[in-house]
């Protein structure tokens, strides 16, 4: 009898401490950099050209490029703006549907050579890499496909111009971490005098499987955006905002740039075979381009919290716009404000009211994945649940009845999104609620945040009632 038992608690020993191997991904997984790039969280975006001195959105292709000329340009000043506002990068208009290149380039004479900035010696694409480089931040260019200069859009020369472009800039300018593919045509344009409509053929004309190959050979660590990836999808609307239901997959071979179902972009494919995840692009003022008349009109701090909820705390990243003026700096306003913003979400999730407390998870897969890596800050250690077990909860006690109005969640996304439905309760006075987060509960992904009316609560329980696989939970938070 004392020997049975004795090897009973040997066993039971055995279970909790031997090294069990991780759970087996679940498909589709994204790549390394796609990882590292969604970590970035927050990154801006500068619509900057001939459109800022023009008050234009869509230049024509035909505006005089002598009139590209700002007095003060000081891509430093971006720059440090991006930092204090927490920005991990920022991606530059290197050409716009105009056509007008803001590097010196022998490829067209519609370039920033003949502008009268720097009497022609300027480079803004060449001062902002610089500048990124001195203030620690990544680098990327948006290198519009649509060219409303070129007198031969829409004819094969064109696409081989498009990826000669292409190239310059992915030699010339060292790292890059995203190229922007924009999927906009609006068919007329200039087009070396023709002045007509244009239409292509938006999914093949591009030839962007070549675009992306060379991406991949020439910029290895860069990821392609496009409506439809490959490296992250536009999230389908231009308000920043991402589906509640948030899943970072595609079916690859239904999607291409100019993919016209954006509901589909919103949220993703369920039943995707591609890691394709969203990024949530929007402009702090309500053009992309400068305009005097919107000087009034730039998006507050309380704007912009409102959007980080709505796209990093639904899985996706927000690629914020400053529209830098006509005298090449960023307006006072638009700095401030996104500064403000940055400081107001790191007071708001500063401090994990989850650490330190008791938590007890309904299972757990070994040692390795015990529920005390939810709480320790560290996204690549997690809690995991048995093969075989897609169902679970997590239960934080606190040690005294806590306030609370946000909760944070996120998953181990190296091995697959997999969380499809889970409920949050409060415990009051010993019985457990469940609490009204207004927004369905379905998805995490790399990282669902949750707002709702402050509450006190003796412990909080995290239920995940489905899941494509074992749980991975990187990191559990709650917040005040
Ligand atoms: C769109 C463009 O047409 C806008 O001008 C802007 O660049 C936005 C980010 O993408 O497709």
Redesign the pocket.
């Known amino acids: 009898m004392k020997k049975l038992s004795l090897l009973l608690v040997a066993t039971a020993l055995a279970a909790c401490t031997a090294q069990v191997p991780a759970p087996e991904p679940v498909y589709p997984i994204p790549a390394e950099k796609q990882v590292k790039w969604q970590q970035m969280e927050t990154y801006a975006?500068i619509?900057f050209g001939l459109n800022t001195f023009n008050d234009m959105?869509?230049g024509y292709g035909d505006t005089d490029p002598k009139t590209f000329n700002p007095t003060h340009l000081d891509a430093e000043q971006w720059a440090r703006t991006f930092v204090e506002a927490g920005m991990k990068g920022v991606i530059l208009?290197a050409k716009?549907?105009d056509g007008f290149c803001l590097w010196p380039t022998d490829l067209t004479d519609y370039n920033i050579s003949h502008s009268s900035y720097k009497d022609g010696k300027g480079d803004v694409v060449g001062e902002l890499a610089a500048a990124c480089k001195k203030y620690g931040l990544k680098f990327g260019v948006?290198l519009?496909p649509w060219d409303r200069n070129r007198a031969d859009y829409g004819e094969p020369s064109y696409v081989e111009y498009y990826h000669a472009q292409l190239q310059d800039l992915l030699t010339r300018y060292g790292d890059l971490f995203e190229i922007w593919f924009?999927?906009?045509n609006?068919g007329d344009g200039y087009y070396g005098g023709a002045r007509e409509r244009r239409n292509i053929d938006r999914r093949n004309y591009y030839n962007f499987p070549k675009a992306w190959a060379m991406v991949e050979a020439l910029q290895p660590h860069a990821i392609c955006f496009s409506d439809a990836g490959p490296g992250c999808r536009w999230v389908g609307n231009?308000r920043g905002i991402a589906g509640t239901t948030n899943w970072s997959f595609l079916r690859a071979a239904e999607v291409y740039p100019g993919y016209p179902n954006m509901d589909e972009l919103n949220v993703g494919h369920p039943d995707g075979d591609a890691w394709i995840a969203a990024e949530c692009?929007v402009?702090i003022r309500p053009g992309?381009?400068y305009h005097e008349s919107e000087d009034d009109k730039v998006k507050t701090a309380d704007d912009l919290t409102e959007l980080y909820y709505k796209s990093v705390g639904r899985n996706g990243t927000l690629l914020l716009?400053f529209p830098v003026n006509k005298e090449g700096l960023i307006s006072k306003t638009d700095s401030l404000n996104a500064v403000h913003f940055h400081q107001r979400i790191q007071q708001e999730l500063s401090q994990n009211l989850l650490e330190g407390t008791k938590v007890e998870a309904s299972e757990v897969r070994g040692r390795d994945f015990n529920a005390s890596q939810v709480t320790d800050g560290d996204f690549d250690s997690y809690w995991a649940t048995s093969d075989g077990v897609s169902a679970g909860s997590l239960t934080f006690t606190f040690k005294e009845p806590t306030a609370l109005s946000k909760v944070l969640l996120q998953e181990y996304i190296p091995l697959g999104q997999r969380v499809k439905s889970f409920t949050v309760e409060v415990q009051k006075g010993g019985a457990w609620q469940s609490l009204e987060v207004g927004e369905e509960t379905t998805t995490i992904g790399y990282k669902r945040i949750l707002r709702f009316p402050e509450v006190s609560a003796e412990a909080l329980r995290i239920t995940f009632t489905d899941s494509r696989g074992p749980l991975c939970i990187s990191e559990v938070g709650a917040y005040k």
């Open positions: 975006f619509h959105e869509w208009t716009h549907h948006y519009s924009d999927g906009a609006g231009e692009d402009s992309w381009f716009n």
